[in-house]
């Protein structure tokens, strides 16, 4: 069997063209035909020019796919050939000069060839077209996809050239010969799956849930990274059963693209934030856009927005002892920003995003056993109004921490252990005498003094607390007292009004008293302690029992 080889050659050029080719005919008087051979061979170039405009480092990935498809004088399909040419870079945060150059710029130069060929015999439908003695055209087409994949916010211009090697081969003899073809078709299937997992949680019964505690960071570049100072959970409200966290994010994201192509082309992106609370929980709220672009079109889409929200509940160990003590525990809060493009091989695009979270942090607890959990208010009395259905022993360290806004009257004489007020929307109203054989301490809350007294081994009163009037002053009513005594006389004890600014006055025609000549702290700031005889004819004492 004899061959007839004929090449055309299509120069390299813009992505994404098409280009007739023309091929001599087969000329009859050279014998039979008995098929034809087609090759196609491609080569694309790109280079592609990236310029992170995120803040913090990040990397891309960058592919450009390459096609190109052959067809036949009625434009019937031919053959084709692909190609695949990737790179990547790791880029510095935005330095604020959109160059392409430096740390946080980069030029990827990338390129690959593919080659295919097909064979048809000469009973196809189109041999007619190749025989005779004047020529034959086909068509070849070449487009180019770039897909980029880096963080939410860059910039970036590419531009992609390609060129192609046309071949057609006659084969032909003098003896005559039956024709062939021969089709093959495939099928493809594809199936999904999810598996959903349910987790049960016990809970154990009385609980409580604090108020929570809320934290808002504002919309900003992505990249960033910050942290919630969140409050640990005070161990003497009772036993921690489970944090409760909440996070919703948002993006904020736009999009500036020119196709630079002259033919029409289409442009997709994403851009994402992924927001995480540490290794706790994670979020990425994600939009996207899709354009179909003239030749040489130029658009924007800004103001492109979506938020995310989800949950989760701490009850291991580990988690729960990290969020249990005094002072704060810093929660690391983060975005990272990620987005891909889907366009034409010659382009410019410019991508920016930006995001902001919201936090809630809440504890569930089974409370002390001597606390308080009447939400409503009520009576020292009340056995029902405390977590043990029991009114506090004197062997009890009371605890008095329920948040909401309720009041607490003490209406008959107790005796207890210990006594802690910490609820900023809590009053305790001392309408008969409290006597505690440790301490009482008022870090948050209402103190008010209505006719009963306070007796303890030290009484210690924050800043955050308010004695008898909502100005700060100590209102004793006539025959209250506020009295330590160390335990017994002659013992050590002491009254601290811990950073109370302006410093209170005593006045109302009470007492305040401490046994054994013990001091008397003065709050942060004040210039002298409170002097021996106050205004409004109370009366302040320090030596002996009285």
Do not use: K
């Amino acid at each position: 069997m004899a061959t007839l080889l004929q090449q055309r050659t299509v120069t390299d050029r813009v992505t994404d063209w098409w280009q007739q080719v023309t091929f001599s005919q087969f000329d009859p008087t050279l014998g039979i035909l008995q098929g034809f051979g087609f090759g196609l061979d491609v080569t694309i170039a790109s280079g592609i020019f990236f310029e992170s405009l995120e803040a913090a480092p990040s990397s891309v990935m960058a592919s450009v796919d390459g096609r190109a498809d052959l067809y036949g004088p009625t434009g019937n399909w031919l053959a084709s050939t692909a190609t695949l040419a990737s790179g990547s870079a790791d880029l510095a945060a935005d330095d604020g000069v959109s160059d392409q150059a430096g740390a946080s710029g980069a030029t990827l130069r990338l390129a690959d060839s593919g080659a295919s060929v097909a064979s048809y015999g000469a009973g196809v439908g189109t041999a007619g077209s190749f025989v005779g003695s004047g020529t034959v055209d086909l068509t070849v087409a070449e487009s180019a996809r770039l897909h980029l994949n880096g963080p939410a916010n860059f910039e970036v211009s590419a531009y992609t050239t390609g060129s192609a090697t046309v071949s057609l081969e006659y084969q032909y003899d003098l003896a005559s010969a039956g024709n062939s073809y021969t089709a093959t078709s495939g099928s493809e299937s594809s199936s999904s799956g999810a598996v959903i997992s349910l987790v049960y949680t016990p809970f154990l019964s009385p609980a409580f849930t604090t108020a929570p505690q809320t934290f808002s960071f504002a919309d900003r570049t992505t990249g960033w990274h910050d942290h919630a100072s969140v409050a640990r959970f005070d161990p003497a409200f009772g036993h921690l059963q489970s944090v409760n966290l909440t996070l919703s994010a948002d993006i904020v994201a736009g999009i500036g693209v020119q196709n630079d192509l002259t033919v029409p082309a289409s442009i997709a992106t994403t851009q994402t934030s992924t927001v995480a609370l540490g290794s706790l929980l994670s979020v990425a709220p994600t939009v996207s856009d899709n354009m179909w672009l003239a030749a040489g079109e130029i658009r924007s889409d800004q103001g492109l927005t979506q938020t995310a929200a989800t949950s989760a509940t701490l009850t291991d160990p580990a988690g729960l002892a990290a969020f249990t003590g005094h002072g704060a525990f810093d929660l690391p809060v983060s975005s990272i920003g990620t987005a891909s493009l889907d366009g034409p091989g010659t382009m410019y695009a410019r991508l920016l995003a930006e995001s902001g979270a919201t936090v809630s942090v809440s504890y569930t607890y089974v409370p002390a056993p001597a606390s308080w959990t009447a939400g409503a208010g009520g009576q020292w009395s009340g056995a029902g109004n405390w977590a043990v259905a029991s009114v506090p022993a004197a062997a009890d360290d009371v605890s008095i921490t329920l948040g909401g806004n309720y009041t607490v009257t003490l209406d008959t004489d107790q005796t207890v252990h210990s006594l802690l007020l910490d609820a900023p929307g809590a009053t305790l109203v001392l309408g008969a005498n409290l006597h505690a054989i440790g301490d009482i301490t008022v870090n948050a809350g209402r103190l008010v003094f209505a006719g009963g007294s306070l007796w303890a081994n030290q009484i210690a009163i924050s800043s955050n607390a308010t004695i008898g009037t909502d100005t700060g002053d100590i209102t004793l009513l006539p025959a209250t007292e506020v009295v330590t005594a160390g335990g017994s006389p002659g013992g050590s004890s002491s009254i601290a009004l811990h950073d109370l600014l302006p410093p209170p006055r005593l006045g109302g025609g009470g007492s305040l008293g401490l046994l054994e000549a013990a001091p008397l702290v003065p709050p942060r700031g004040a210039t002298e302690h409170l002097p021996a005889a106050a205004a409004d004819g109370a009366d302040f004492w320090d030596l002996g029992w009285r």
